[in-house]
């Protein structure tokens, strides 16, 4: 039996209770999304990932210091979906097809 392959996407975690950064890796089996994240990554795009305090996970894709993608969820098997539809929405902005 074969495992998955797992790739990684760098995000930058804010922690409650106070919003403390921390470096995380987020791991996906979509090699395309990963491919997707990390060629924005090249072009100054970081990722960040929150859990507020509703228990909902926040993430967007920043630029510039500006959201060009967000997605919200409940914390779980949903976040996976999430992250991969805010890479590709990222993707569409920064590559002009949005």
Do not use: W, Y
């Not at 930058?12 to 950064?21: E, M």
């Not at 996906?28 to 305090?53: P, R, Y």
């Not at 098997?77 to 002009?96: C, D, L, Q, W």
Request: hydrophobic share 40%; charged share 25%.
């Amino acid at each position: 039996m074969s495992e998955s392959m797992m790739h990684l996407i760098p995000f930058t975690q804010f922690v409650l209770p106070d919003g403390k950064r921390k470096q995380i890796e987020f791991e996906t089996e979509n090699k395309e999304v990963a491919d997707l994240a990390h060629a924005l990554i090249e072009k100054g795009v970081k990722f960040e990932i929150e859990i507020l305090t509703t228990g909902l996970i926040n993430v967007e894709a920043m630029f510039n210091d500006e959201c060009i993608a967000d997605g919200l969820c409940a914390n779980g098997p949903p976040v996976v979906e999430t992250v991969e539809k805010m890479v590709r929405r990222a993707s569409e902005v920064i590559n002009g097809n949005s």
